[in-house]
Structures are given as C-alpha cells and as structure tokens.
C-alpha cells in the first residue's frame, strides 16, 4: 500500500482520523488539551511530509498518521519525564462516576440501561481506565492503537518500532492485567 | 496465561490475527472445550469494556480547527535545505573541493586537456555569472572567483 501526496483529500483525511488520533494521544497523555494540540501537530507534520518533502506512505494511512501521533506524545511525555499521566476521573468528560454516565457521554449501548447495571458499569469502567493508566508505556499504546484506532497486530509493529510477537505478548499481559484488577473489583478488596 | 489451553493464543483469535489454519484450529477446539468458551467470552467483554473507556468525546470543533491550522500552513512558506546559509555553504564547499580534485587529478595526468578544460570553465563561468548575478548576487561573486580559477588553469 503506496499512497502519495495526490492521492490524499485532506477535509476527507481530517474528517475519517481527528477522532482516533484524539482518543489516541488523549489516552496516552491524560490530558484533553495536550491531547488536542498533538491531534493539531500530527497533521501538520503529516502535511508538510507529504505536500514539502514528497515523502510517499508506505502503509496504512491510519497506520502512519497514529505513528506520528504516538511519537509526538513519547516527546511530550519524555519531557514530562514519563510522570503517571493525571485523569480526573470525576471530572472530566467521558470519566463522569455517576448513574446514567452513558447516556451524558454518549457511549453506545449504555444509554438503556437500568440504574443497577449502570452503576456496575460504571464501577467497572473506572477500573479499566485506572488500569490502562497504571499499564507500562508501551503496554498501553498497543492497547489503545489495537482498541481505539483498529490498528492490526503488524500495523502496531510499525508504529512501535517492534516485531508483532512482542505486541502480542504486550497485549496478552494488559488483558491479564486488567482482569486481575477487575477481578479484585468484584470482591471488593 | 490467557484460558487453560496455553497453546492457543485466543486474544490474537478474537483479533482475527491467526492464520485460516490456526482460526480453524481454534474453532473445532471451541467445539469442543467449554472452558475456552468462557474465556472467550471473558475476553469478548473485556474487549467491550476497553473500547468503551477509549471512546471518550472529541472535543466541539476539533476537526474545523485542524482544517484551519493546515490551511494557514498552505499558505505558508516552508524553508527549504538550499535556503539554509549553513546547508548551502556547506554544498558549495564539498562542490568545489569535487572540482579542486578532479582538476589536480587532470592535471597530474593530462596537462594540456587541463589547460583546455580550465579555459572553458573559465568562459562557462564568467556567462553563467552575469547570467546569475541579476537573480542571486552571492552567487554571481562565488561564480566570477570560479572563472578565475579556470583561467588561471587555462594558463
């Protein structure tokens, strides 16, 4: 898959990716408004890569714009000196503790809910992203390239810099992970 | 450990990341084993509940600002690498090194298509010179200098 600076709509690119890379580098940073200025910046590079310097894409389009994104957030967060990622879980949106959550945040599928189960999803959300923060680095990358961007084990590779082996394995020990805390969830310890 | 059949990697079977042998290996042994059933359920909610979490909103207007940052940035004038003094010096000097060595080399071997080759550049690059000079002054100087020298080689 070879795409070049002419095979590329940018509205339509803007439009099908801001939303990935959005729920991507917010992820990865823990910060809405970090978040939104990487969004902004991987474009830009990803323009005047294509458009300055004649660079031709080599892989997947979603692929190479999340690769720009992953290393604009690793540069954030090396000068933040790879510090716990901060989340206001009562605060900030999407991360709202209360019955009903799903329908303010617009999460598919929690918006029927009766008030029992949404108090046990919403239990169990917040033990997800507790989880996913408390993930090593690059454990929590593939989690989010593989679950928020649809990246595929050999596309994860790429952006990572790793054999797809090793995604597996990473994404293997998060999925064991997270249970365990769930697990420990459940018996209220 | 992922299920209690160690051998099959079901995460990477859910992900449809196994081969079509090994996703039909995984099914007849599904067919069979009740447990890796359950676990793969387990799985399948994990999966949902993990979705879920990264699905958070995206901020009002994110997209019209993006669209904006790149139209300023059309407009925009990149600096290219032969507008960088350092780059440019740095290009020219390993040029006329090139042609330094080349001449010498010549020379040792050929005097007179020396002589000949160096009153050519000489003419070459006192045209190109004037030729340049109304667009890029610096050049014309650095172009006059290199006449020179392919005179004083033709001599």
Redesign the interface.
Known sequence: MTHQSGDYN??EL??DH??GL??LA??MLGD?QEA?DV??ET??RA??AL??RGLTVHTSTRAWLAKIAVNLCYDRLRRKGWQETPIDLATH???AMSVGAGAA??????SDEGPEQAVVRCE??AV??HQ?LALPPNHRTA??L???QDL??KEIATVMGVPENTV?TW??RA??A??RR?EQGEDGS | ??GDCPEL?L??YL?G?LDAQGQALVDRHLAACPQCVLEID??RA??G???????????DG??I???D??RR??HRR?P?ASDNPAVLARAVALAAASVAMALTGLRLISPQAFGLIGSTLAIWGSQASELVGRQVPAWSSLLKAFSALGLLAGL
């Open positions: 940018w509205a803007v439009r801001t939303a959005f729920r917010r992820q809405y939104e969004v902004q474009f830009v323009y005047v458009t300055r949106p999407g991360g945040t617009g999460w598919p599928g929690w169990q959300a997800v992203r996913l989690v989010v593989r679950y928020a595929s084990y597996a994404l293997r999925h064991i997270l249970r769930l | 450990m992922i990697d995460l990477a992900h990341e387990r799985l994990e999966m509940l993990v979705r879920k979490c990264l699905n958070v909103p995206v901020p994110l997209e600002r993006v669209i940052r790149l940035r059309r990149t290219l």
